[in-house]
């Protein structure tokens, strides 16, 4: 007697009975494994039945079978009972939700600095593309310095535009944006001084750093707009954006620096040894060797904390600036378009314009952050 | 660090300015002067603008007669109260919100978390929607929606409406009925301590019967009709009964229940739903962290499902979940001053906002302010230290 | 389906002696799995007889351990039956339980519990699922540790052990619920070399004791030592068996040479 068994010919390849494929497979593994499963599905396409018809008829215009005004359309027609969203309501005040009080003639300088951001940031987003050095100095130091003095007006004949007349939209990018570029190199200063071992550079530096991610980032502006004056010399003025712009850097740089001490920390002891040993100063050390490395590992790590100092700006509309949730709260009582949605059209409109930007920067994190785990592999 | 001990075993000649650590002194000595410097030209300058405007300094001023009113409070106030108790209230106003959005969003992230980690494609996928629509949406926004858009919107006290259970919400906002307990109430809660002291000792017997005998006992189940059950024979023994102080549309408003006003409602309502969608990030994370291997290893051993979670899984996620829960925690606690947009008397609102304005002491509100903060971040801080140093897995 | 009958491999047990019912351990009749609309396991028949000791061998994706994996319903067949010390299985969870219970199994990343002691790892099966008493299953747990020799690791945590001793205490994790049948998926090879060869000692001396055994592993050394039978699996499915002798000196399949010519250089 034997054991042995050799197949002859090979068994092909099948495709998996009906009941575990296809969308009925599908259905029976997703939808209704279990009796628990099957009666949070019913629940559940109940709920869809119940809450989708009256959300979709708020939001789409009655060209698409929905309650809603669309653009163009009166504010007669907002008032009527049962309209949805007044989206005629949103084109009247457009303008003023992107640029605020700016002057309408001028309006062709922040799209011009919305153009040139757009042109440098995809670049430098884009990882396959060359040339990220001259584009980051490009975009970190000449696009802030040329956006302003062409937003601030007075010089080259420029007309001069007071930041008391900025607003909208225009004004959070700017302050996110002008908050991650100044927090980028003094978040990477203090994560050094928190890992460095001289003793007093290293207290300040946690000092520093906890203090501000104690606090509220709301006492922190309400410090900025009401003490920095005091603190200035009798006689100079701050301007109140600046005011906000210098408490929103504080607050966003102590956060980089915990994320940038992150990468710091994660990196091999190695890469500090090889440094040490090739000669270079602390200096270079760190400039050529250690932060290159950690910065690209915290990239996603940055993003995320940008989309966060991006929603936080909408908090500077409680020291009084226009920025884009300002604006649409101040339009909400325009009596011109007064009518029972006007308010939830522009938190609509506004949360729809916030949310745009947050979750397509943190699908940009999670990319990276695929990227760099494949590219840490190999 | 390592690098700088490389360093020293340079040759002996090296110059006065290359030594290390001769190099590090100097540095600190510079920036310690910088420091210094910064803070004495801030100081000087303060005293300069303080001077000019007439003001003084110190914190006499907590002692003085406050002269306005605080819609909600949890201790009597009135405007013949100190500026002292003003801070006090919002403090507590702070402290009764945080509590509250910490309760509420705990649950609402943990059900959410799990959701998105279920094998049901349309729960989960209810989970990711509010996830991501949620946390990608600015706080402060919300809060606006929920308290123009919603509670603002609701109709006049005289149409109020009416929800079951003799609750009314309408534009002044929530009115729920009040229990008002009787005298004898006490020997009520007296049964509730006692049967919280039985359900104790059952878990403890139960505990010490599974390891001599080997043999379960349905703990929650049976602590669950203990604890009813001696709390309803104290309650008809004692001869309590509570009344209930209804809620009732007079002329004007509403007499009598409980109000809660709707900015408290509007910030409780935005701070839930908003944490509630990074914690059940954290939870799925925690979830996630404990490998596949280690279900397996429980269903191998032919461990229960019921089991498998509680003797394996969740002990191991929760260790992950918990420091970022805490932090969550802290985030809620520091969101809560965006009631100041609404509003609500939180702490921002009344101290840095009324109490800044009527006293005009700029420098000793904030800094009190940033210490209440700073006070929760250390607090939370060590707390996270103690839990991980307690938990910490043991490596080699 | 079946084009290729097995019935003249199976029917027999391993003395020839003719078959009954309860020496049979596991029977796997005709099983078909799928992930997805990829047909991973293709038409496998196997019976493992009581006190066998079977190694499966294979390139990797050949789909050996998700062969095993069945067997405790890791994974799910789609057609087919498995039956398993008479119980078969199906999408009752009291049946997979009733298997479970009486089918340890042994990971390649040992998978014990980090969060407990070594001694409390080996416990709570026992105590949780058998219903023994703390004390007795803190004996047993003693007693089995000896036995794979660590008894002196007890108080520590998985994360203290090295991967060997952690291997050797995930066997005694299963041996503490006294299986009928032990299954061990691929448990050296996320071993250093030099840890492998405890670990064999252990599974080596449960074979001697008569343990029903289904082992997917490379140490060929160790399945020509304890093997009553080498199973090779490629594309999912049961390419060649036979006795250890007869199949690494005499392989028939010509991916079975070739498998052979590349393990053993």
Known sequence: MSIAFVRTDMAPSQSPPTRSSGLVGWARKNLFATPVDTIFTIIGVLFLIWAVPPIYGFIFPTSLGGNAVAPGGTVEQCRVENAGACWAYIAARFNFFIYGFYPISEYWRPNIVFAMGAVLIVPLLWPAIPYKGINALLFFVVFPVVSFYLLNGGVFGLKPVPTEQWGGLMVTLIISLVGIICSIPIGILLALGRQSDLPIIKTLCVMFIELWRAVPLITVLFMASIMLPLFMPQGMTVDKLLRALVGVTLFASAYLAEVVRGGLQALPRGQYEAGASLGLSYWKRMFFIILPQALKHVIPGIVNNFISLFKDTSLVSIVGIFDLLNTVQAASSDIDWASPTQAVTGYLFAAFVFWIFCFAMSRYSLFMERRLNTGHKR | MAVQGNLRTAPPRTSFFNDPVVRGIIYQVVVAAIVIGFFAWIIVNTAQNLAAQNKSTGFDFLFRTAGFNISFTLIPFDRSSYYWEAFLVGLLNTLLVAVIGIFFATILGFVLGIARLSSNWLISRFATVYVETIRNIPLLLQLFFWYFAVLKAMPAVRDSISLPMGIYINQRGLFVPKPVPDDQFVWVYAAVVLALVLCFALSRWAKRRLETTGKRFPVLLSSIGLFLVVVAVGFVLSGASVSFDMPELQRFNFRGGLELPPEFVALVFGLTIYTAAFIAENVRGGIQAVSHGQTEAAQSLGLKEGDRLRLVIVPQAMRVIIPPLTSQYLNLTKNSSLGAAIGYPELVNVFTGTTLNQTGKAIEVIAMTMAVYLTFSLLTSAFMNWYNGRVALVER | ?265
Not at chain 3, 97 to 122: A, C
Request: net charge negative; charged share 20%; glycine share 6%.
């Open chain 3, 1 to 265: 389906m079946n084009q290729v009958s097995q019935t003249e491999s199976t029917s027999a047990a391993p003395g020839g002696m003719t078959v009954s019912d309860t020496d049979v351990a596991i029977d796997v009749v005709g099983m078909h799995k799928w992930y997805g609309d990829f047909h991973v396991l293709r038409d496998i028949d196997l019976r493992v007889m009581r006190g066998e000791r079977i190694v499966i061998a294979g390139p990797s994706g050949s789909g050996k351990s998700t062969l095993i994996r069945c067997i405790n319903r890791l994974e799910e067949h789609q057609q087919g039956q498995i039956i398993v010390n008479g119980t078969e299985l199906t999408n009752d969870l009291k049946r997979i339980d009733e298997v479970r219970r009486e089918v340890g199994m042994v990971f390649q990343h040992f998978n014990l519990f980090p969060h407990l002691t070594i001694l409390q790892n080996l416990t709570l099966a026992p105590i949780w699922v058998r219903g023994v008493p703390k004390a007795e299953a803190e004996d047993m747990a003693m007693h089995y540790l000896e036995r794979v020799k660590i008894p002196e690791q007890a108080m520590k945590f998985p994360g203290q052990l090295s991967g060997g001793q952690q291997q050797r205490v995930a066997i005694a994790r299963s041996l503490c619920m006294q299986p009928k049948i032990m299954l061990f998926d691929e448990p050296t090879s996320a071993l250093d070399p030099e840890m492998v060869k405890e670990v064999l000692e252990v599974m080596i001396s449960l074979a001697q004791e008569g343990m029903t055994m289904i082992c997917v592993t490379h140490e060929m050394g160790f399945a020509r030592q304890v093997a009553n039978r080498v199973i090779f699996m490629d594309q999912g499915q049961i390419i060649e068996q036979n006795e250890p002798e007869a199949f690494f000196s005499n392989p028939q399949h010509e991916r079975t040479k070739l498998f052979l010519s590349q393990i053993l250089h």
